[in-house]
């Protein structure tokens, strides 16, 4: 069973940072894309960002600049660090894992974390 386990959410004042992480248990050793997600109330899962097995990385354009997506493969954990947080972040943030690349940036990845709540005060 392939499980992923999202951690390090939180409040956080405006313009503040966290750092998201995402552990990747069962399978491993599968070369998987990641992929984070995000869902406000009342409202669809949205893209994030995704990173590859060779580290090519995929943004929102709502997140340039602010969010970076990383991975360290020997930890089975991908991470996103999320700098100057704005109130409109505020959403559980998902973490996805698939082999195919396009199937994670689609939000249709086979394997999802249970999420971990973000919010941003201001």
């Known amino acids: 069973q392939v499980q992923l386990v999202e951690s390090g959410g939180g409040l956080v004042q405006a313009g503040g940072s966290l750092r998201l992480s995402c552990v990747v248990s069962?399978?491993?050793?599968?070369?998987?894309?990641m992929g984070w997600f995000r869902q406000a109330p009342g409202k669809e899962r949205e893209f994030v960002a995704a990173?590859?097995?060779?580290?090519?990385?995929y943004y929102a354009d709502s997140v340039v600049g602010r969010f970076t997506i990383s991975r360290d493969n020997a930890k089975n954990t991908a991470y996103l660090q999320m700098n100057s947080l704005q109130p409109e972040d505020t959403a559980v943030y998902y973490c996805?894992?698939?082999?195919?690349?396009?199937?994670?940036?689609?939000?249709?990845?086979?394997?999802w974390g249970q999420g971990t709540q973000v919010t941003v005060s201001s």
């Open positions: 996805s894992a698939d082999v195919d690349m396009a199937a994670v940036v689609s939000g249709r990845a086979d394997y």
């Open positions: 069962g399978r491993a050793f599968i070369r998987y894309g």
């Open positions: 990173i590859n097995w060779g580290d090519s990385t």
